[in-house]
């Protein structure tokens, strides 16, 4: 993603809205397939327990570090999705 991040600001500098568009679709794509991947792996048990449990942050139940990875997944790809529309 990172590659191809830096391929489309070279071609939007030089004038290729069109391609560079097409590339942060293309990243959006890459980064949301990745985010559905992550929160397939997330431990579901574990967070059912922790809603039983008074006290106990569901969100935390969890790897904190995964959460925070798919967040970022998920601004990333808002961030290239608003990138292809203004290319």
Known sequence: ???????????????RFEEAAALHETIAKL???????????????????ALKLPGRNPLYSTDPCSSIVI???IL????HERQAVLA
């Open 1 to 15: 993603a990172h590659e191809k991040e830096r391929r489309a600001e070279i071609l939007k500098r030089s004038g």
């Open 31 to 49: 980064l949301a397939e990745k985010q559905m991947q992550m929160s397939g792996n997330l431990d579901t048990s574990a967070i059912a327990d």
């Open 71 to 73: 967040e970022s997944l």
């Open 76 to 79: 990333q790809r808002d961030h």
